[in-house]
């Protein structure tokens, strides 16, 4: 995507600090932040910084980011007090995955149990 799509991007726009967004973890390759519309007492996203549209679109050289982007999840299950009781860490993968923002996000849902 060209720095000029990029603007398009809801998930873009957030680590660019262009949209608000209550972040609550961030390095060099990863952004965490609330979720707007919480499904759970915690819902966070996580995002590589990076702009991958979809797991779909996902080639061998995002791996490492991708893979950052579950190490970020660890770090906040174990900052938010999660190690224990757990969490769930859930991907959307195109239209019938559910995904409606097209920029890769890890759902980090935790508070409540999960089901299947
Ligand atoms: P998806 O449905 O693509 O897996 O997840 C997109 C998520 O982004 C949804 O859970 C939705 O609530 C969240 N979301 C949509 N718009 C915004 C926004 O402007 N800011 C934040 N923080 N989350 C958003
Ligand atoms: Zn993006």
Known sequence: ???EGMSDCLFCRVVARKSPADIEYEDDAVLAFKDIYPKAPV????????????????????????GRCLLAARKLGEAKGFAERGYRVSVNCGPEGGQHVYHVHFHFLAGRRSGA
């Open 1 to 3: 995507m060209t720095a």
């Open 43 to 66: 819902h966070l996203l996580i995002v590589p910084k990076r702009h991958i549209a979809s797991i779909m679109a996902m080639e061998p050289g995002d791996a490492e980011v991708i």
